[in-house]
């Protein structure tokens, strides 16, 4: 072997010694990345608590509600409105080679023949059925509304990282709402906040329940939060106290041939009033849809008064940012209230990145962009949002000392943000406003 050729030799040895995978090297598999697992750069609070975590599905059933779907000349009939729930909660006696579970889910939009329903699966870190860990005064409740159109396992990054840190996490699936039953768009307007508000009692009931119900003396309603993401955010938003404008509920009205059903959820209606729900200590709205829509004014935005965070990029073309999302932001003069802006990012702040299955040739592009951010990888986004949802609802549900991750430079790239690994915290900004008077 000549020297030229030696030396290239040992220089391709060793450029496939630095950049063949690990797992080229071992006869085990290094193990695939689940939703919500932490990258190298994830931010401090971003890791899996102390708790394993457990799962399983109820079935609840919200009777009497308006069919607002089959109003007629402004008139609605009564339905028993179901509710498929799926909760998250702290577990014990899980054996450490559990696995991974598989959460059963489609892509698609009902109704929709350019985009069928097409059944796929994806993996997360928790146990069906396990047991759950018993608490003296019970786990905080966090109830999550997806998105229109989406489902209760939009947000699994979160819900079970939420978990395995000491919660119990409730996601809804919003009947007429979902990709497998979309329904036309009034049921969403009408329902939102009425579920969260039936579910945040339902799961109180069982939690003080004296039978064996699994949530029965676990869960502390009491202590409750509620996340929610685009029109999951609008009825959030409702549901903590911002009632919706006259102009929204005139809107409505045109949508449903007269019917005035939105008034209940108005600012001077007194079904509104009563139920306000002082469990309810704060809200996580993910690019909540309606400002720019008129869903709300400046004296409804008032109503709202419990801490809320929000999360949004600052090129939303759903909600809208300056004009949406931001004036929402700046019309709470009520709340103690924060703005996490991911710069250039879109409108999919919240999800779980794309499943694999969304790459497959000749699938409509929208279905990769239920998930999917243009600017962003949307792993990244998971748990920086792991790591300030942390922060915010450990203060707020369970007086933790976790100011110091929130009370930072608005702009992330003129320093590392505490948490952030050196030069990691870039492209966003996070504002914070005390309630008026303070």
């Given at each position: 072997?000549?020297?030229?050729?030696?030396?290239?030799?040992?220089?391709?040895l060793f450029l496939f010694i630095s950049f063949t995978p690990i797992s080229s090297f071992s006869q085990t598999e290094l193990p695939a990345f689940v939703n919500g697992d932490p990258l190298p750069d994830a931010p401090e609070l971003a890791s899996r608590g102390e708790?394993?975590?457990?799962?399983?599905?109820?079935?609840?059933?919200?009777?009497?509600?308006?069919?607002?779907?089959?109003?007629?000349?402004?008139?609605?009939?009564?339905?028993?409105?179901?509710?498929?729930?799926?909760?998250?909660?702290?577990?014990?006696?899980?054996?450490?080679?559990?696995?991974?579970?598989?959460?059963?889910?489609?892509?698609?939009?009902?109704?929709?023949?350019?985009?069928?329903?097409?059944?796929?699966?994806?993996?997360?870190?928790?146990?069906?059925?396990?047991?759950?860990v018993s608490a003296a005064e019970g786990f905080p409740l966090i109830v999550v509304s997806h998105g229109y159109v989406g489902s209760r396992f939009l947000m699994t990054y979160l819900t079970e990282n939420l978990a395995s840190k000491g919660y119990v996490v409730v996601?809804?699936?919003?009947?007429?709402?979902?990709?497998?039953?979309?329904?036309?768009?009034?049921?969403?307007?009408?329902?939102?906040?009425?579920?969260?508000?039936?579910?945040?009692?339902?799961?109180?009931?069982?939690?003080?329940?004296?039978?064996?119900?699994?949530?029965?003396?676990?869960?502390?309603?009491?202590?409750?939060?509620?996340?929610?993401?685009?029109?999951?955010?609008?009825?959030?938003?409702?549901?903590?106290?911002?009632?919706?404008?006259?102009?929204?509920?005139?809107?409505?009205?045109?949508?449903?041939?007269?019917?005035?059903?939105?008034?209940s959820r108005g600012m001077n209606n007194e079904e509104f009033k009563k139920s306000y729900d002082s469990r309810i200590k704060a809200v996580v709205a993910f690019a909540p849809w309606g400002m720019v829509q008129g869903a709300w004014d400046t004296e409804t935005l008032?109503?709202?008064?419990?801490?809320?965070?929000?999360?949004?990029?600052?090129?939303?073309?759903?909600?809208?940012?300056?004009?949406?999302?931001?004036?929402?932001?700046?019309?709470?003069?009520?709340?103690?209230?924060?703005?996490?802006?991911?710069?250039?990012?879109?409108?999919?702040?919240?999800?779980?990145?794309?499943?694999?299955?969304?790459?497959?040739?000749?699938?409509?592009?929208?279905?990769?962009?239920?998930?999917?951010?243009?600017?962003?990888?949307?792993?990244?986004?998971?748990?920086?949002?792991?790591?300030?949802?942390?922060?915010?609802?450990?203060?707020?549900?369970?007086?933790?000392?976790?100011?110091?991750?929130?009370?930072?430079?608005?702009?992330?790239?003129?320093?590392?943000?505490?948490?952030?690994?050196?030069?990691?915290?870039?492209?966003?900004?996070?504002?914070?406003?005390?309630?008026?008077?303070?």
């Amino acid at each position: 072997m000549t020297t030229r050729a030696a030396f290239r030799y040992f220089c391709f040895l060793f450029l496939f010694i630095s950049f063949t995978p690990i797992s080229s090297f071992s006869q085990t598999e290094l193990p695939a990345f689940v939703n919500g697992d932490p990258l190298p750069d994830a931010p401090e609070l971003a890791s899996r608590g102390e708790f394993q975590v457990g799962v399983r599905s109820l079935e609840f059933v919200h009777k009497g509600q308006l069919d607002i779907l089959n109003a007629k000349e402004g008139k609605a009939p009564l339905y028993d409105r179901p509710l498929t729930v799926e909760v998250w909660y702290p577990a014990k006696d899980i054996a450490e080679d559990a696995g991974l579970i598989t959460y059963d889910e489609v892509m698609g939009m009902a109704g929709n023949p350019n985009r069928p329903n097409i059944p796929f699966q994806f993996h997360g870190r928790a146990t069906r059925a396990a047991t759950p860990v018993s608490a003296a005064e019970g786990f905080p409740l966090i109830v999550v509304s997806h998105g229109y159109v989406g489902s209760r396992f939009l947000m699994t990054y979160l819900t079970e990282n939420l978990a395995s840190k000491g919660y119990v996490v409730v996601a809804i699936d919003h009947t007429e709402s979902t990709y497998r039953d979309a329904g036309p768009f009034p049921s969403t307007l009408l329902n939102r906040s009425k579920d969260i508000l039936f579910v945040v009692d339902e799961v109180a009931k069982l939690g003080t329940s004296k039978g064996d119900h699994f949530l029965s003396g676990v869960v502390n309603a009491d202590r409750t939060a509620v996340i929610g993401y685009s029109m999951g955010g609008y009825g959030a938003l409702n549901a903590a106290g911002a009632a919706y404008s006259a102009a929204a509920i005139n809107i409505f009205k045109g949508m449903t041939g007269g019917s005035n059903a939105l008034e209940s959820r108005g600012m001077n209606n007194e079904e509104f009033k009563k139920s306000y729900d002082s469990r309810i200590k704060a809200v996580v709205a993910f690019a909540p849809w309606g400002m720019v829509q008129g869903a709300w004014d400046t004296e409804t935005l008032k109503g709202l008064k419990v801490p809320t965070f929000f999360v949004a990029g600052s090129q939303d073309d759903v909600s809208g940012y300056e004009k949406g999302i931001k004036a929402i932001y700046k019309g709470a003069v009520n709340a103690d209230r924060y703005l996490l802006t991911y710069m250039n990012a879109r409108h999919n702040v919240a999800p779980n990145p794309p499943p694999a299955d969304v790459l497959k040739p000749g699938l409509h592009i929208d279905e990769y962009y239920r998930y999917a951010e243009p600017s962003w990888d949307e792993r990244r986004i998971n748990n920086i949002n792991q790591h300030f949802l942390t922060a915010f609802l450990g203060i707020h549900l369970k007086g933790m000392e976790y100011q110091k991750y929130l009370d930072i430079n608005a702009d992330s790239n003129k320093e590392t943000w505490p948490g952030f690994v050196p030069r990691s915290s870039t492209g966003m900004e996070l504002l914070h406003e005390k309630p008026a008077g303070q």
